[in-house]
């Protein structure tokens, strides 16, 4: 029999795939399993490794600059000229290697990274439920879903109770829909086919068992996503492409500039290509893109020892510029360990009865694990018969309550628990504390009174009710005219410490807005508790009525978002985007829109698959000093790539200008090519530390901000003073000195190196550079640049770069150059940030 397409799936029932991919109900076994994934090729990555960092390597020397210098150095051999060849690749060579290494070990953290926070599912395998890293899912395996998870392959239903799933990243339809086992028409369009799964969406609520049917790229979302491959760039991520093509432009154009003026000149065709390459080389910010990845990897591997797991690499750069984190109280500002703090009828009186109803819902409760229910569980009933469970209407963040269907010796029952509000306008009758049913009506308002105290007490309050049955089966149909029983309460204390983490967090000007379901009351309660005076609390209802331009004012006043619907946190967050940069913590389902809508999502280890796959950073505990620490690794990340930009356009930059100037004027090139390449080669070593540096604690006191502007102003300000030392070099060797032109060269070759790496030590703090300390690996390979600059020319192989030992008199005069240069651009320096920060 010929195996039918299953890219149509849906026509067919759950047995028909079973025969075809040799299934069951119970799913694969394991060795099965295995082999479709070795067949597959997903248990052999090591071929994909080599191939990836093959590619990294090949790309250190494929960008135009490097392509044109090799081959320029390359016709200079045919042409006769072998000289510099294997100097120049060798420097060429060596350059590209100890980036490919530095990116290569940033990649690694990274991968470690994704690791760790790897999709999982839940399957049967040799018919036990097992959890697995959804990529070694396959094709016949059978999966479970509850409310929260990720569909990590396209299904066919075998089995739904009450099943919701959003499918927003494929149809685009934000509401849910609903899901059930059945057969459709081939031609059913995607929106339709209520019978299945697909990879990319998410379950809202219910439970289901399903059939895997494709995989991976043969997925409807794979091959959308392979089709689709675009990522968002972060604020950070432009600025840095912006200033990286800005800094090209002006180097070629003065690049080709130089070549032209020297052929002009009647100076040797090659030496002059070689001269204007080199000398691009030494301009163009090269190593921008891999301080940048490694300075964000540094920042991630750090985070981690600080339980801050980062999922996506460029938000660092984000966390950095947070001005107001938004928060739930549970887990973060209470110790997020909820206990039963008692169990009432809706007279407040102690009732064994609500007891018993609320253990029966929460040990029967399938669809959506959570704390509440994880409390209920641990309670000890008088009554030692338990009840069969017969059906379940699971939790949803609409009805939001939890319908448990039993039958007990005597009777059935439909028991819901669920949130006050929506528990209790389903009632119509109350159980009296001596057991009579009475009519609500009459009652209602001593049992709203009762539910607002607990609230100002400080208590999370529930509702309970019942109802008797005759059927076996039950649905949302059959949740009205209960009887309600009483309250459930649990308190949840504030978390030991949370004060002065607020402290800190303000210290770091970074405000706090609670965010949450619960009641005013209990968040007003909480709010005074850690210590915000005269709290101003927003409910849902009041948000639903305030128009969007109001909205954005009255957020910036609001201590408190209390009783807000899932939706509404998004709304929140949007409006305080206009303001502030938002970082939001969630871990529920109800969490995920707001996750995405802020400028940095963060969830937490334990979150519900789809609220850590919308996050940027998961959190290894839900503490908010672990993220006043990943907000200072955020911000200390963002400090040392800006060290990098100010030293490719301070230094590095005004000495190649000048260098270039020169060149029209003198009747020999300043520095040689190799001597241009020697020069980055040697300052490229401490340049790649600057990623792990130090930062001074001023630098972390406020939110990193990308600023061109200031960066030009910088440009122009350190650039001319770079420029006016290079001509006080140019005039005393030429003019005071009158000097040959190899002296020239190897004297500005030590100046030029000097100059590089002494400003890196000046530019690395907004201080005077002796109040900070640098990294010791900065330190030290600084110093041996340095040492290696000065002696090179006393070697025996310097006539090989075309040094030349220096007389005492000439290299004292290049250090006393170097050290008014140091001290000036300190002054300068000073100066400039003081001017800025006014600013």
Known sequence: MQTPPTNSFWQFDANHWFQQLNSSEKGLSQKEADNLLHQSGQLSPNKSVFKKEALLLIGQFTNPLMLLLIGAVIISAFLGDTSDVFIILFIVLSTGLLSFFQERNAGRVVEKLQSMISLKSLVLRDGQPQEIISTNIVAGDVLLFKAGDMIPADCLLIEANELNANEASLTGESYPVRKEAGILDEHTELAKRTNCLWEGANIVSGNAKALVIHTGANTIFGSIAQSATTSVETTFEKGIKDFGYFLMKITLVLSVFILVVNLLNDKSVIESALFALALAVGMAPELLPAIATIAMSAGAKRMLAKKVIVKKLASIQNLGEVSLLCTDKTGTITEGSITVAGLVDGFGQESEFVKDL?????????????????????????????????????????????????????????????????????????????????DLASHRAAIEDRFEQFGINGLRAIGICYKNIETDTISKADENEMTFAGFVLFEDPIKVGIIDTIHELNKLQVGLKIITGDNKNVAKSIALKIGIQNPVVMTGQELFNTSPEALRQLVKKTHIFAEVEPQQKERIIQALRKTYTVAYIGDGINDVSAITAADVGISVENAVDVAREAADFVLMEKNLMVLVDGIKEGRKTFANTLKYIYISTGSTFGNMCSVAAASLILPFLPMLPKQILLTNFITDFPYLTIASDNVDEEQLEKPGKWNLKLIRSYMVVFGIHSSLFDIITFLTLLFLLKVKETEFQTAWFIESILSELCILFIIRTHKNFFKSRPNKYLFILSILGLVMAVGLPYTPFAAEVGLYPLPMLNLGAMLLIVAAYIITADLLKVWFFKKYQKK
């Open 358 to 438: 609320a253990y029966w819902n929460a040990i029967f409760e399938t669809g959506y694990a959570n704390p509440i229910d994880d409390a209920l569980k641990t309670l000890t009933l008088t009554t030692k018969t338990v009840p069969k469970k017969i059906g379940e209407v699971p939790y949803d963040f609409i009805r939001k309550r939890l319908s448990i269907a039993i039958q007990t010796d005597s009777e059935k029952l439909l028991v819901i628990k669920g949130a006050y509000t929506q528990t209790l306008s389903i009632c119509s009758t109350v159980k009296t504390s001596n057991g009579t049913i009475e």
